[in-house]
């Protein structure tokens, strides 16, 4: 049995998130999907999980999950050394990060990898998608982005484990086409929503990463859909 | 200056007002957005009605407001209003321009505005109503709205302080918006129908806001919908000041419970959500010092404005337009919801597609996975046909939501779509489209039309 942690579902599930891990988990039967709610223990502390999910929140609510998250700062990078598989989207990525400043205030977050935020909540939301790609097992995987946010981060994304090379759309920030965090089996990425039910080809990968079979539930629409949504952000925002 | 500014901007609409009905382009927001771009505060120095009741929220306040205009016009009033036009800043300009003679004094003593939730900032530092109705607060659009938080914390910093809220107990993020303000609230008692709890994709507030325990509902209707209380501290739902009781749906009547009396009410329409619309407008004219009699007179004048809701008979069917607004993963819930609840075998046309984003890119398809597709998977419905730009999109998300592939039919082309359907007598057939594919909704829903009425003669 493979254990798929959904963390604070309560808390992280603004922009249809969950769904991702719920899919993945209807797609072999092998996965079970265990909730975590935020006033209890997350299972990866006290055990060994194959597969540790976190979604997009309110900005109060980020800041939230930060102050839960940082007594199991060390369990949590020693299951990122050890190759468990996480998968941040949205602003969870900002969960990570070093800090995230919103106006006169510092955030401080885990401080796992080298990069601070910061919050806009003035200015106008920045919304844009993206088509972006990663070498996986077996060859490139391209990947699909919906991005809604206030906020951006800024760090030496040249030099940093990130995930995604854009082709069209931004990264990390409107200056640079380095997106997200690849780092062993950590995954993090600014898009939001069901990103599994989005990228097939990813969640494919995920499940042969939990050494299971890799078969989707409805592949050949998931699929059909996948690549009609490609074609239709190339073709678009190449032409806007 | 300010004052010359204004009235030289104030001009300048006026003669655009004239110049668009010349052009036969009445209804946009052109004089009031050139108008703030002549006199950025615009907004400040226009004169307004005495008095102004604002509507805002994120569902039912077109609704709303067209109820207030519709009441108060039946009661003998002019009531100025921004029904033709926006419900952002220039659109509300655009109504007061039209409202004010040339010296940009105001021509009516009441207004009815509906006011966009994220224009807040724009609007209320120079127009002040005096009666502030927020229908509800959920998840919106997230290219605009973002969050509950983000809305409820922005309405909060910007309504006056002087307003007096009208408010929905009910609906425990927009009850405690601006708690200093002046409030009333209204909600509808314990149904038959409530649950105690979430069975939706959606609940925008799952924890208490302030020790962060669980939330219990001593009732639910709908989302986050209800009455509730914390297990851990005293935060619970405000009380009622004008409580819908006894709501009857099969003889369309319902009781409304204030500190002066009883109220008897006919329904204008069996939908939960149009309901809380009645209720919410009852409460504000009972402000205003309404008695229920009257009321009740007015309301039974008015009726849902159909391009939100409308039923044809055609041929041996009836033919149903929808409206559920694209990228509003809620609207399109609620309308699920009620409709896999009415009685008849029906079809479905989904087209719920944001048209705009398709010229830049492709519509963020977020909203599908919170919105409640598992409510068609009912044995009444018995095709769905999937069209436009989502079309493949909306086949996966119905085939996770369990239901069966062979009632699933698509279409690329929205306009080919009434041509799979199969007019069982008997049946109703729905067209869901929102705003921003409303012409093309309404081409397939004439075609809908004509094809029923076809079928029904042979």
Not at chain 2, 64 to 92: E, H
Request: with cysteine; charged share 25%.
């Amino acid at each position: 049995m493979k254990v798929v942690e959904n963390l604070f579902p309560e808390l992280c599930n603004i922009y249809g998130e969950s769904y991702s891990v719920e899919y993945l988990s209807r797609c072999n039967g092998d996965i079970k999907l265990v909730q975590t709610n935020h006033k209890d223990v997350p299972a990866f502390v006290t055990e060994d999980v194959d597969m540790v999910y976190l979604g997009c929140s309110s900005e109060r609510k980020q800041e939230q999950i930060i102050e839960i998250l940082k007594p199991y700062k060390a369990r949590i990078k020693e299951l990122i050394d050890k190759g468990t598989i996480f998968l941040a989207t949205g602003n969870a990525i900002e969960v990570f990060g070093k800090s995230i400043k919103d106006e006169d205030r510092v955030i401080e977050a885990l401080g796992l990898f080298e990069f601070d935020s910061v919050r806009y909540m003035e200015a106008e939301r920045h919304n844009s998608q993206y088509v972006g790609s990663f070498k996986a097992d077996n060859g490139p995987i391209t990947m699909l982005g919906h991005r809604s946010q206030f906020s951006f981060a800024y760090g030496d994304f040249e030099n940093f484990p990130h995930w995604l090379d854009i082709e069209i759309g931004i990264g990390m920030n409107k200056e640079t086409k380095r997106e997200g965090i690849h780092y062993n089996n950590f995954f993090a990425t600014y898009s939001l929503g069901p990103c599994l039910i989005m990228n097939p080809l990813f969640a494919k990968y995920l499940l042969r990463l939990m050494d299971i079979d890799d078969s989707l539930l409805f592949e050949n629409e998931i699929m059909e859909a996948y690549e009609y949504r490609k074609h239709e952000l190339r073709e678009n925002l190449a032409n806007s | 200056m300010g004052k010359l500014k204004f009235l030289v901007a104030h001009w300048a609409a006026k003669a655009s007002v004239v110049a668009l009905k010349i052009t036969k382009h009445n209804g946009t927001n052109f004089p009031g957005e050139l108008a703030i771009k002549i006199c950025p505060d615009f907004l400040k120095y226009i004169d307004k009605p005495e008095t102004i009741i604002g509507v805002t929220g994120t569902n039912g306040k077109t609704t709303v407001c067209n109820l207030l205009i519709d009441m108060f016009t039946a009661d003998g009033q002019v009531p100025l209003n921004n029904r033709a036009g926006s419900n952002i800043n220039s659109g509300i300009a655009t109504s007061l321009i039209h409202g004010a003679n040339l010296f940009g004094k105001c021509k009516h003593n009441l207004g009815v505005l509906e006011i966009d939730e994220r224009s807040a900032l724009r609007v209320f530092p120079y127009v002040k109503p005096n009666y502030l109705i927020i229908t509800n607060l959920f998840r919106d659009s997230m290219k605009r709205n973002a969050n509950t938080e983000y809305i409820a914390d922005i309405l909060s910093k910007y309504i006056p302080k002087e307003t007096k809220l009208v408010l929905n107990a009910d609906d425990l993020i927009s009850s405690n918006v601006a708690p200093e303000n002046p409030r009333v609230y209204f909600g509808i008692d314990k149904m038959d129908s409530d649950i105690k709890e979430c069975t939706n994709l959606i609940n925008d507030i799952r924890i208490c806001p302030v020790c962060h325990s669980k939330l219990e509902y001593e009732y639910l209707r709908y989302h986050h919908i209800g009455k509730a209380h914390c297990v851990s501290c005293d935060f619970k739902s405000p009380g009622y000041d004008y409580c819908a009781k006894n709501v009857n749906i099969d003889d369309m009547t319902m009781e409304i419970v204030d500190k002066d009396g009883l109220g008897n009410y006919r329904l204008i329409s069996n939908g939960i959500h149009n309901i809380y619309n009645m209720v919410t407008v009852i409460a504000l004219f009972r402000e205003l010092g309404y008695k229920h009699g009257i009321i009740e007179k007015l309301m039974s004048q008015t009726s849902i404005v159909k391009s939100r809701y409308n039923a044809v008979p055609a041929g041996k069917v009836r033919v149903i337009n929808q409206m559920a607004k694209e990228n509003n993963a809620l609207g399109s819930s609620r309308a699920f919801d009620f409709v896999s609840k009415e009685p008849n075998d029906k079809e479905l046309i989904l087209m719920m597609n944001c048209l705009g984003d398709e010229k830049h890119w492709s519509e963020n398809t977020c909203w599908l996975y919170d919105c409640d597709f598992e409510f068609l998977n009912d044995e009444k419905i018995k095709k769905i046909i999937v069209t436009g730009p989502r079309y493949k999109d909306y086949i996966l998300r119905l085939l996770i939501a369990g239901v069966d592939r062979a009632k699933i039919v698509d279409t690329a082309h929205e306009i080919d779509a009434p041509d799979l359907l199969d007019f069982t007598p008997g049946e109703d057939i729905y067209v869901f489209f929102g705003t921003d594919s409303l012409a093309l909704g309404n081409k397939v829903l004439a075609k809908t039309i004509d094809l029923a009425k076809e079928r029904g003669d042979k």
